[in-house]
Antibody
Framework: QVQLVQSGAEVKKPGASVKVSCKVS????????MHWVRQAPGKGLQWMGG????????IYAQKFRGRVTMTEDTSTDTAYMELSTLKIEDTAVYFC??????????????????WGQGTLVTVFS | QSVLTQPPSVSGAPGQRVTISCTGS?????????VHWYQQLPGTAPKLLIY???NRPSGVPGRFSGSKSGTSASLAITGLQAEDEADYYC???????????FGGGTKLTVL
């Protein structure tokens, strides 16, 4: 049973950075393709970026390139998403979401079947 | 503005059948990429409902079904129940954008 447990809510000022963590249990991080999805209040889901098993690299949505960094600590099976130069409109719930790399490699499976509980990041001055 | 287009809302009475459309393009569905569907209840994380166009994960009722043809996909819910009231999202991969994409979401109201 895979579980993704995220860090707690954050309050930040515009211009600051935030780093959200996502701890994996039941799998190792290297067995998963980890992604980050955000949801602004009352809005839809927005893919921010994640590990692309096709080429073995982390890729970012164009909207966030230059401001977001996604990293992984395989010693603790924890993924991180850092967003810098925060704006008021970055206020959102940030989710980690993943699929099995093995399933992707064997049959191209890339549905996000595992999700963290979400982390609310509030940006206000 | 998402590359996958969904109606903002749909509604139906208990017991009825509703469908939610998801319109893509040649760079996602038309290129053979699969569509997945998620259900999001208020205040919770999304839950995978349909994967690889037509398949239900274990535990998802048979009332939910998915289909895909050409550059369009749809989610059908039969025997509508009050607990189905939620937001529904389609999702795929887009080769032009070089990443994963979600539809804008559809709010289902059970009358």
């Amino acid at each position: 049973q895979v579980q993704l447990v995220q860090s707690g809510a954050e309050v930040k000022k515009p211009g600051a950075s935030v780093k959200v963590s996502c701890k994996v249990s039941g799998y190792t991080l290297t067995e998963l393709s980890m992604h980050w999805v955000r949801q602004a209040p009352g809005k839809g889901l927005q893919w921010m970026g994640g590990f692309d098993p096709e080429d073995g690299e982390t890729i970012y949505a164009q909207k966030f390139r230059g401001r977001v960094t996604m990293t992984e600590d395989t010693s603790t099976d924890t993924a991180y998403m850092e967003l810098s130069t925060l704006k008021i409109e970055d206020t959102a719930v940030y989710f980690c979401a993943s699929f099995s790399r093995r399933a992707y490699e064997s049959r191209g499976y890339d549905a996000f079947e595992m999700w963290g509980q979400g982390t609310l990041v509030t940006v206000f001055s | 503005q998402s590359v996958l287009t969904q109606p903002p809302s749909v509604s139906g009475a208990p017991g009825q059948r509703v469908t939610i459309s998801c319109t893509g393009s040649s760079s996602n569905f038309g290129s053979g990429y699969d569509v997945h569907w998620y259900q999001q209840l208020p205040g919770t994380a999304p839950k995978l409902l349909i994967y690889d166009n037509t398949n239900r994960p274990s535990g998802v009722p048979g009332r939910f079904s998915g289909s895909k043809s050409g550059t369009s996909a749809s989610l059908a819910i039969t025997g509508l129940q009050a607990e189905d009231e939620a937001d529904y999202y389609c999702q795929s991969y887009d080769s032009s954008l070089g990443g994963w994409v979600f539809g804008g979401g559809t709010k289902l109201t059970v009358l």
